[in-house]
């Protein structure tokens, strides 16, 4: 307790002084729940290593899209909690090339590509590469304050709703594709379409295929401004429950259908944004000399 005195000879009163709590500086922990977020993600990806090299197929792929749901949570929520920094984007590309890109390979090779030897390596190898050159362009087209990043000039407005080539956990989820599949085969009895689907040469051919529209400059659609049409919304409000029931009976299947239902939208998703380009470049009009000049 700090007690200050008047001089003497001024009265020789003592009074208390105010007591000061001592200020912590740091950030609120609402501020840390994106990049805790992320943490669990990138440890979900690990876990997933681990269960790979036990040999234990499935808890293995349930973890990586565990961490993809994961992925498509702290974003957002750094956003709603205005918790956005370079620390949190950077932090997050890191935990998805693990996650998404290096995980997802050794879970391939370990489960079949490891038959063809070092010829069957290099697929999971072009994957994970092509995966960390997507994660770095995009880390490249972010703005870091007044002074921005070299990289791709920023994107138009109607193109603000689309990604440049497959994201992170989208060619996680077509990379993978083959595993979901094999392992719904296995629990209808089908092993004989289990076995085709787990060829390293049909695997390999489609590890390259999702490595290369990864790097691709292909407009892919984000559902950031996504929107319905009126009259489409319980069709889809249906559907989406239709694959929730699937999901919860067979969850395996329904990762597999997943797949393929994404692949189907990329054409619309092109379209979409020839269309929208087309619509903005007609909005331009061109100025012509006026009479005075």
């Known amino acids: 307790m700090n ?39 990138l440890c979900a990806g690990l876990m997933a290593m681990r269960f790979a090299l036990d040999g ?7 973890l990586i899209i565990l961490a993809g749901a994961i992925d498509g949570l702290d974003g957002r ?15 997050d590309s890191l ?3 693990l996650s998404f890109g290096v995980a997802p390979a050794m879970i391939l090779y370990l489960w079949t590509m490891h038959d063809y030897r070092g010829l069957g390596f290099v697929p999971c190898v072009m994957f994970a590469v092509c995966m960390a ?61 289990a076995d085709a689907v787990r060829h390293p040469a049909f695997v390999g051919l489609l590890l390259i295929a999702a490595a290369l529209a990864l790097v691709s400059t292909l407009p892919t659609w984000s559902f950031k401004n996504f ?7 319980l069709p889809l409000l249906l559907s989406i429950g239709a ?24 054409p619309f998703s092109f ?8 619509e903005a470049e007609e909005m331009i009009q061109p100025i012509g000399p006026t009479a005075d000049s």
Do not use: H
């Open 77 to 91: 929520l750094a956003r709603l909690l205005k918790a956005t920094s370079r620390f949190g984007a950077e932090f």
């Open 243 to 266: 694959y929730a029931a699937l999901l919860v009976s067979e969850p395996w299947a329904a990762l597999a259908a997943a797949g393929l239902i994404y692949c189907a939208m990329l």
């Open 133 to 193: 050159l997507r994660l770095a362009r995009f880390n490249a087209s972010i703005d870091a304050g007044p002074v921005p990043l070299p990289g791709p000039p920023p994107k138009a407005a109607f193109a603000q709703s689309f990604f440049t080539g497959v994201p992170a956990p989208a060619g996680a989820v077509l990379g993978m594709f083959p595993i979901f599949a094999s392992l719904a085969f296995q629990g209808w009895g089908w092993n004989g379409m």
């Open 227 to 233: 929107k319905v049409r009126r009259e489409y919304v």
């Open 56 to 62: 234990r197929w499935e808890p293995a792929a349930g």
């Open 95 to 97: 935990a998805d090339f």
């Open 271 to 278: 379209r979409s944004y020839l269309r929208l380009k087309r």
């Open 3 to 41: 007690i200050s005195s008047r001089p003497p000879g001024a009265g020789g009163r003592f009074r208390l002084a105010a007591r000061q709590r001592p200020r912590f500086q740091g950030q609120s922990f609402n501020r840390l729940i994106p990049n805790i977020l992320t943490l669990l993600g």
